[in-house]
Protein backbone atom coordinates (compact mmCIF):
# COMPACT_ATOMS: atom_id res chain seq x y z
CA UNK A 1 0.00 0.00 0.00
CA UNK A 2 0.90 3.45 -0.97
CA UNK A 3 2.30 6.30 1.58
CA UNK A 4 -1.16 8.32 1.89
CA UNK A 5 -0.21 12.01 1.59
CA UNK A 6 0.02 13.95 4.42
CA UNK A 7 -0.81 17.77 5.39
CA UNK A 8 0.23 19.47 8.16
CA UNK A 9 -1.22 22.80 8.75
CA UNK A 10 1.15 24.89 11.82
CA UNK A 11 -0.08 27.89 13.31
CA UNK A 12 2.47 28.39 15.10
CA UNK A 13 1.99 30.99 17.45
CA UNK A 14 -0.38 33.26 15.61
CA UNK A 15 -4.29 33.91 16.20
CA UNK A 16 -7.25 35.48 18.00
CA UNK A 17 -10.52 33.45 18.80
CA UNK A 18 -12.08 35.36 15.98
CA UNK A 19 -9.12 34.67 13.64
CA UNK A 20 -9.45 30.71 14.39
CA UNK A 21 -13.31 30.94 13.79
CA UNK A 22 -12.73 32.15 10.39
CA UNK A 23 -10.08 30.16 9.84
CA UNK A 24 -11.97 26.59 10.59
CA UNK A 25 -14.68 28.21 8.90
CA UNK A 26 -13.18 28.17 5.97
CA UNK A 27 -11.70 24.92 6.21
CA UNK A 28 -15.09 23.43 7.59
CA UNK A 29 -16.49 24.81 3.97
CA UNK A 30 -14.53 23.40 1.32
CA UNK A 31 -14.39 20.67 -0.57
CA UNK A 32 -11.02 18.70 -0.20
CA UNK A 33 -9.88 15.28 -1.51
CA UNK A 34 -11.36 12.07 0.86
CA UNK A 35 -9.97 10.92 3.79
CA UNK A 36 -7.94 8.34 1.60
CA UNK A 37 -6.08 10.59 -0.35
CA UNK A 38 -4.76 12.74 2.12
CA UNK A 39 -4.52 12.93 6.11
CA UNK A 40 -5.27 16.61 7.28
CA UNK A 41 -3.78 17.78 10.75
CA UNK A 42 -4.13 21.54 11.78
CA UNK A 43 -2.16 22.67 14.68
CA UNK A 44 -3.32 25.47 16.95
CA UNK A 45 -1.54 27.11 20.14
CA UNK A 46 -2.28 25.21 23.13
CA UNK A 47 -5.23 27.58 23.94
CA UNK A 48 -7.13 26.75 21.08
CA UNK A 49 -6.88 23.13 21.11
CA UNK A 50 -10.28 22.73 22.14
CA UNK A 51 -11.89 24.91 20.85
CA UNK A 52 -10.51 24.34 17.07
CA UNK A 53 -11.34 20.62 18.14
CA UNK A 54 -14.73 21.05 19.21
CA UNK A 55 -15.37 23.02 15.56
CA UNK A 56 -13.41 21.72 13.02
CA UNK A 57 -14.90 18.79 10.94
CA UNK A 58 -14.61 15.08 11.38
CA UNK A 59 -12.02 14.16 8.65
CA UNK A 60 -9.64 16.26 9.84
CA UNK A 61 -7.72 15.90 12.92
CA UNK A 62 -5.67 18.40 15.44
CA UNK A 63 -2.15 18.35 16.73
CA UNK A 64 -0.37 20.38 19.40
CA UNK A 65 3.25 22.40 19.08
CA UNK A 66 4.94 20.17 21.42
CA UNK A 67 4.60 18.93 24.64
CA UNK A 68 6.98 18.31 27.66
CA UNK A 69 9.20 15.04 27.79
CA UNK A 70 7.85 13.23 30.85
CA UNK A 71 4.87 12.88 32.53
CA UNK A 72 3.86 16.23 34.24
CA UNK A 73 4.26 17.41 37.55
CA UNK A 74 6.30 20.50 38.64
CA UNK A 75 7.26 21.76 35.47
CA UNK A 76 5.77 25.12 35.20
CA UNK A 77 4.16 26.55 31.84
CA UNK A 78 4.71 23.03 30.08
CA UNK A 79 1.96 20.72 28.89
CA UNK A 80 2.16 16.75 29.41
CA UNK A 81 1.71 14.11 26.29
CA UNK A 82 -1.12 12.59 28.89
CA UNK A 83 -2.99 16.36 28.84
CA UNK A 84 -3.35 16.08 24.87
CA UNK A 85 -4.40 12.29 25.57
CA UNK A 86 -7.09 13.12 28.03
CA UNK A 87 -8.49 16.09 25.62
CA UNK A 88 -8.67 13.77 23.03
CA UNK A 89 -5.70 15.14 20.61
CA UNK A 90 -4.14 12.82 18.58
CA UNK A 91 -1.13 14.33 17.15
CA UNK A 92 2.01 16.26 18.35
CA UNK A 93 4.58 18.37 16.62
CA UNK A 94 8.33 17.57 18.15
CA UNK A 95 11.56 19.34 17.58
CA UNK A 96 10.28 22.24 15.36
CA UNK A 97 13.64 24.00 14.42
CA UNK A 98 12.08 27.66 15.93
CA UNK A 99 12.55 25.11 19.40
CA UNK A 100 15.48 23.89 18.48
CA UNK A 101 17.28 27.01 18.07
CA UNK A 102 15.29 29.56 20.56
CA UNK A 103 14.79 27.33 23.25
CA UNK A 104 17.68 25.50 22.74
CA UNK A 105 16.06 22.09 22.19
CA UNK A 106 18.95 19.32 21.17
CA UNK A 107 18.63 16.47 18.93
CA UNK A 108 18.71 13.97 22.17
CA UNK A 109 16.08 15.79 24.32
CA UNK A 110 13.64 15.73 20.88
CA UNK A 111 14.39 11.60 20.65
CA UNK A 112 13.21 11.76 24.61
CA UNK A 113 10.09 13.72 23.64
CA UNK A 114 8.89 12.09 20.71
CA UNK A 115 9.43 8.30 22.43
CA UNK A 116 7.75 9.65 25.41
CA UNK A 117 5.25 11.06 23.54
CA UNK A 118 4.47 7.80 21.17
CA UNK A 119 4.46 5.76 24.51
CA UNK A 120 1.31 8.04 25.49
CA UNK A 121 -0.14 7.00 22.84
CA UNK A 122 0.37 10.28 20.52
CA UNK A 123 0.99 10.52 16.66
CA UNK A 124 4.48 12.36 16.00
CA UNK A 125 5.84 14.88 13.57
CA UNK A 126 9.04 14.94 14.22
CA UNK A 127 10.75 17.85 12.61
CA UNK A 128 14.46 17.40 10.82
CA UNK A 129 16.28 20.02 8.87
CA UNK A 130 19.62 22.06 8.65
CA UNK A 131 21.18 25.57 8.62
CA UNK A 132 22.09 27.74 5.88
CA UNK A 133 25.55 27.20 6.98
CA UNK A 134 25.22 23.63 7.52
CA UNK A 135 24.17 23.39 3.50
CA UNK A 136 26.55 25.75 2.39
CA UNK A 137 29.28 23.70 4.08
CA UNK A 138 27.92 20.33 2.57
CA UNK A 139 26.92 18.90 6.24
CA UNK A 140 23.17 18.74 5.01
CA UNK A 141 22.67 14.82 5.06
CA UNK A 142 25.09 13.90 8.05
CA UNK A 143 22.85 16.73 10.04
CA UNK A 144 19.81 15.71 9.07
CA UNK A 145 21.00 12.01 9.43
CA UNK A 146 22.09 12.50 12.78
CA UNK A 147 18.41 14.55 14.08
CA UNK A 148 16.95 11.18 12.93
CA UNK A 149 19.46 8.94 14.46
CA UNK A 150 18.38 10.89 18.05
CA UNK A 151 14.94 9.43 17.13
CA UNK A 152 15.98 6.33 15.99
CA UNK A 153 17.80 5.65 18.97
CA UNK A 154 15.08 6.11 21.29
CA UNK A 155 12.70 4.14 19.08
CA UNK A 156 11.71 0.81 17.16
CA UNK A 157 8.12 1.19 16.18
CA UNK A 158 7.95 4.07 13.44
CA UNK A 159 4.11 3.25 12.68
CA UNK A 160 3.23 6.46 14.60
CA UNK A 161 5.87 9.28 12.83
CA UNK A 162 5.99 11.37 10.07
CA UNK A 163 9.40 12.77 9.55
CA UNK A 164 9.26 16.54 8.51
CA UNK A 165 12.34 17.68 6.81
CA UNK A 166 12.21 21.25 6.70
CA UNK A 167 15.52 23.24 6.06
CA UNK A 168 15.69 25.77 8.65
CA UNK A 169 16.69 28.42 6.12
CA UNK A 170 13.66 28.22 4.13
CA UNK A 171 11.24 28.73 6.87
CA UNK A 172 9.09 31.59 6.66
CA UNK A 173 11.84 33.39 4.36
CA UNK A 174 10.01 32.65 1.04
CA UNK A 175 13.10 30.70 0.26
CA UNK A 176 12.08 27.24 -0.88
CA UNK A 177 14.17 24.37 -1.64
CA UNK A 178 14.00 23.51 -5.13
CA UNK A 179 11.74 20.48 -5.74
CA UNK A 180 15.35 18.38 -6.54
CA UNK A 181 16.72 19.47 -3.50
CA UNK A 182 13.96 18.51 -1.35
CA UNK A 183 13.69 15.29 -3.38
CA UNK A 184 17.55 14.96 -2.42
CA UNK A 185 17.09 15.33 1.29
CA UNK A 186 14.48 13.12 1.34
CA UNK A 187 15.78 10.44 -0.87
CA UNK A 188 18.38 10.51 1.93
CA UNK A 189 16.59 10.45 4.84
CA UNK A 190 14.57 7.33 3.27
CA UNK A 191 18.05 5.59 2.61
CA UNK A 192 19.24 6.18 5.90
CA UNK A 193 15.82 4.42 7.53
CA UNK A 194 16.16 1.63 5.27
CA UNK A 195 19.77 1.20 6.39
CA UNK A 196 19.20 1.98 10.27
CA UNK A 197 15.58 1.47 10.81
CA UNK A 198 14.89 -1.54 8.03
CA UNK A 199 13.20 -1.67 4.62
CA UNK A 200 9.47 -1.86 5.68
CA UNK A 201 9.74 1.20 7.51
CA UNK A 202 11.71 2.89 5.36
CA UNK A 203 8.77 2.02 3.01
CA UNK A 204 6.04 3.37 4.69
CA UNK A 205 7.10 6.07 6.89
CA UNK A 206 5.99 9.78 5.45
CA UNK A 207 8.62 12.01 4.96
CA UNK A 208 7.18 15.51 4.79
CA UNK A 209 8.41 18.63 3.24
CA UNK A 210 8.12 21.85 5.03
CA UNK A 211 9.74 25.63 4.22
CA UNK A 212 7.69 28.51 2.54
CA UNK A 213 5.64 25.64 0.79
CA UNK A 214 2.38 28.03 -0.91
CA UNK A 215 -0.21 27.19 -3.34
CA UNK A 216 2.38 28.19 -6.51
CA UNK A 217 5.09 25.80 -5.82
CA UNK A 218 3.23 22.57 -3.83
CA UNK A 219 2.58 20.80 -6.41
CA UNK A 220 5.89 20.55 -8.55
CA UNK A 221 6.98 19.42 -5.03
CA UNK A 222 3.99 16.75 -3.96
CA UNK A 223 5.40 15.43 -7.72
CA UNK A 224 8.57 14.32 -6.39
CA UNK A 225 8.83 10.69 -5.42
CA UNK A 226 10.42 10.66 -1.91
CA UNK A 227 8.21 13.47 -1.09
CA UNK A 228 4.88 12.48 0.97
CA UNK A 229 3.36 15.90 2.14
CA UNK A 230 3.83 19.01 3.48
CA UNK A 231 4.21 20.50 6.77
CA UNK A 232 2.87 24.77 5.99
CA UNK A 233 3.80 27.50 7.86
CA UNK A 234 2.51 31.10 7.54
CA UNK A 235 0.37 29.75 4.41
CA UNK A 236 -1.75 27.45 6.59
CA UNK A 237 -3.40 30.34 8.31
CA UNK A 238 -4.50 31.73 4.41
CA UNK A 239 -7.11 30.20 1.92
CA UNK A 240 -3.97 28.84 -0.42
CA UNK A 241 -3.98 25.93 2.55
CA UNK A 242 -6.52 24.48 0.56
CA UNK A 243 -4.53 24.55 -2.45
CA UNK A 244 -1.99 22.70 -0.49
CA UNK A 245 -4.25 20.23 0.42
CA UNK A 246 -5.37 19.71 -3.29
CA UNK A 247 -1.81 18.83 -4.27
CA UNK A 248 -2.83 15.17 -2.75
CA UNK A 249 -4.15 14.59 -6.20
CA UNK A 250 -0.76 14.85 -7.95
CA UNK A 251 0.08 11.51 -6.41
CA UNK A 252 -2.27 9.58 -8.63
CA UNK A 253 -1.17 10.82 -12.01
CA UNK A 254 2.81 10.36 -10.86
Not at 142 to 165: E, F, G, M, P, R
Request: aromatic residues 8%; hydrophobic residues 45%.
Amino acid sequence: MGRKFFVGGNWKCNGTIEEVKKIVTTLNEVEVPSEDVVEVVVSPPFVFLPFVKSLLRSDFQVAAQNCWVRKGGAFTGEISAEMLVNLGVPWVILGHSERRALLNETKEFVGDKVAYALSQGLKVIACVGETLEQRESGSTVAVVAAQTKAIADKVSNWAHIVLAYEPVWAIGTGKVATPAQAQEVHFELRKWLHDNAGAEVAASTRIIYGGSVNGANCKELAAQPDVDGFLVGGASLKPEFIDIIKSATVKKNV
